[in-house]
């Protein structure tokens, strides 16, 4: 499989294009480590974006979401034309002008067609890796989904072609007339972090912290 995804008219930048890679292991590391998503599309001519939770699977991204809303049941035709982003902050850039100030992020974008899945055996997969996806070792101790749960559920499949992956890192970059001016500048470096388990409120004590929500933490990958 080539390194790189294939740059399309779809996937050219037109600002910032030095920012821009179609690099495949670049593209995989922030969907993985990205918890949410934001899904783009198109119902009854108005835009709407939407949060959902995703999982990689090869070169396949899963979403899902409702039975009953009106854009996934459409979906089951020629498939949802959508746009995925997952964006990942890891600093505030702050310049010496309020006019390059900036951030570090790492943003995917992947645009196509979402078909639902129909096969029964990968819908339940891909439900399963989505629990794993945003904690490992969480699908094997839970109860899995009911015959009423699957059929109220939808899940989606977006194949990974149309992608891009844009970049910033480093410092500010001010203007040359502006270097001595007396303000601060520099990087406020950001990072998600985990902190203890809460419990429910109705949980048995005899029931322990099992070691997959003990040693939950995010975990940077590229």
Same mark, same amino acid.
């Given at each position: 499989?080539?390194?790189? $995804?294939?740059? @399309?008219?779809?996937?050219? %930048?037109?600002?910032?294009?030095?920012?821009?890679? $179609?690099?495949?292991?670049?593209?995989? !590391?922030?969907?993985?480590?990205?918890?949410?998503?934001?899904?783009?599309?198109?119902?009854?001519?108005?835009?709407?974006?939407?949060?959902?939770?995703? %999982?990689?699977?090869?070169?396949?991204? $899963?979403?899902? #979401? +409702?039975?009953?809303?009106?854009?996934?049941?459409?979906?089951?035709?020629?498939?949802?034309?959508v746009c995925v982003t997952v964006t990942l902050?890891?600093?505030?850039?702050?310049?010496?002008?309020?006019?390059?100030?900036?951030?570090?992020?790492?943003?995917?974008?992947? /645009?196509?067609?979402?078909?639902?899945?129909?096969?029964?055996?990968?819908?339940?997969? !891909?439900?399963? /890796?989505?629990?794993?996806?945003?904690? &490992?070792?969480? @699908?094997?101790?839970?109860?899995?989904?009911? /015959?009423?749960?699957?059929? !109220?559920?939808?899940?989606?499949? =977006? &194949?990974?072609?149309?992608?891009? =992956?844009?970049?910033?890192? #480093?410092?500010?970059?001010?203007?040359?007339?502006?270097?001595? =001016?007396? $303000?601060?500048? #520099?990087?406020?470096?950001? %990072?998600?972090? +985990? !902190?203890? &388990?809460?419990?429910?409120?109705?949980?048995?004590?005899?029931?322990?912290?099992?070691?997959?929500?003990?040693?939950?933490?995010?975990?940077?990958?590229?």
């Open positions: 499989m080539p390194s790189e $995804y294939t740059r @399309s008219q779809r996937t050219s %930048a037109t600002r910032h294009t030095d920012r821009v890679t $179609y690099d495949r292991e670049a593209v995989h !590391a922030v969907l993985d480590e990205g918890l949410t998503c934001h899904v783009g599309y198109v119902v009854d001519g108005q835009p709407v974006v939407l949060p959902q939770l995703h %999982a990689r699977v090869g070169e396949i991204l $899963y979403l899902h #979401g +409702s039975s009953g809303a009106r854009a996934l049941r459409e979906a089951g035709g020629s498939g949802l034309e902050v890891d600093g505030i850039v702050l310049a010496r002008s309020a006019f390059n100030h900036s951030i570090n992020y790492r943003s995917v974008v992947i /645009r196509g067609a979402a078909e639902v899945v129909t096969d029964e055996a990968e819908k339940q997969s !891909a439900l399963s /890796r989505l629990v794993e996806a945003i904690v &490992p070792g969480r @699908s094997a101790e839970v109860r899995g989904p009911t /015959r009423k749960e699957l059929v !109220a559920t939808t899940v989606l499949r =977006l &194949p990974l072609q149309d992608v891009s =992956l844009k970049v910033r890192t #480093g410092p500010p970059v001010d203007d040359d007339a502006d270097l001595h =001016l007396p $303000y601060w500048a #520099g990087v406020l470096p950001t %990072a998600m972090t +985990s !902190a203890a &388990p809460e419990p429910a409120p109705e949980l048995s004590e005899s029931v322990s912290l099992p070691t997959h929500v003990s040693s939950w933490t995010p975990s940077r990958k590229y």
